[in-house]
């Protein structure tokens, strides 16, 4: 049984082993898959002796990401773009590598929902980790535009400077955001308040979809606001499975179907 786990501070409440072991009964792989508590500061350690013991693959959340992203001997290219790493894996020659599965995770659940991306005008509402981690692989759906709104715009801009080599980046402050949206996707922390970043309407174009990177039981503030502009919404859940879904295949070169997974986890938290 080759062995899998999350780490992460808190923890508790990872969907991460329920999500994987049903990943791996529905493929028939044979695997284990738990949750670690692990305090600040002691991720290498950690890491260390999981793969040294001959753990296979680690999630890795919040506040780790940095630390697994120079704990990795090597990046994917959409890592080192991330920043970021959500996952490790031990390769046949015993190093370490690091992939950033978040964005991918994020762009699967857009195509799930039917939502184009290609020659869409796409507005991302904040500029930290989250936005970071999704900004390469959604660029690579060729949108028309990529516009980063951010309470502080020097954050976004910095952002936009960065990314600009791979598309058509703008980036702003909330209260300078254009009109006409095709997509709007809030990775503000502004959500775990259940807050609303303060938007004009105008942003929410015809047939707009408005996607919160936050879930949970019931429509969140900033699906609120958007379905009463006209949007059509979705919460981040199939975000997280789909983000599940990629390290899965990254482990196990298999590809589970996050739909029953998803179903399962929507019914669960009713
Ligand atoms: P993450 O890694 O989840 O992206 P982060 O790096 O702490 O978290 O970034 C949080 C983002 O949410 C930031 O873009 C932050 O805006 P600032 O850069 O101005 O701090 C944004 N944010 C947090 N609280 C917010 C609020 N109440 N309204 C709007 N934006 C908010």
């Not at 490790?88 to 195509?111: C, E, F, I, P, S």
């Not at 980063?148 to 801009?157: C, F, Q, V």
Request: proline share 6%.
């Amino acid at each position: 049984t080759d062995s899998y786990a999350v780490v992460g501070n808190p923890i508790e409440h990872s969907r991460s082993p329920e999500i994987h072991t049903a990943f791996a009964a529905q493929t028939g792989q044979d695997i284990c898959y738990r949750k670690h508590l692990v305090e600040p500061g002691g991720f290498v350690a950690f890491a260390r002796d999981f793969f040294a013991r001959g753990g296979c693959g680690l999630n890795v959340t919040v506040p780790f990401k940095l630390d697994a992203c120079a704990f990795a001997d090597e990046l994917t290219p959409r890592a080192r773009a991330a920043g970021a790493v959500n996952t490790l894996m031990r390769r046949a020659d015993g190093t370490v590598l690091g992939d950033n599965t978040d964005g991918a995770g994020l762009v699967a659940d857009l195509h799930r929902l039917g939502w184009p991306l290609r020659g869409r005008r796409l507005l991302l509402l904040g500029a930290g980790g989250a936005v970071r981690g999704g900004l390469l692989p959604l660029l690579e759906e060729r949108p028309a535009l990529v516009h980063i709104a951010n309470r502080t715009a020097s954050k976004a801009e910095r952002l936009a400077e960065e990314f600009a080599g791979s598309g058509n980046l703008s980036a702003g402050g909330l209260d300078d955001v254009p009109p006409g949206f095709d997509l709007i996707i809030n990775a503000s922390a502004a959500s775990l308040a259940d807050e609303v970043p303060p938007l004009p309407a105008s942003a929410v174009g015809n047939h707009c979809g408005a996607y919160d990177m936050v879930y949970g039981p019931r429509p969140t503030a900033f699906m609120r606001w958007a379905a009463a502009a006209g949007a059509e919404t979705a919460d981040g859940l199939g975000m997280l499975v789909g983000q599940a879904a990629e390290s899965f295949y990254l482990w196990r070169g298999v590809r589970p179907d996050v739909a029953p997974v998803l179903e399962q986890l929507r019914r669960e938290m009713q």
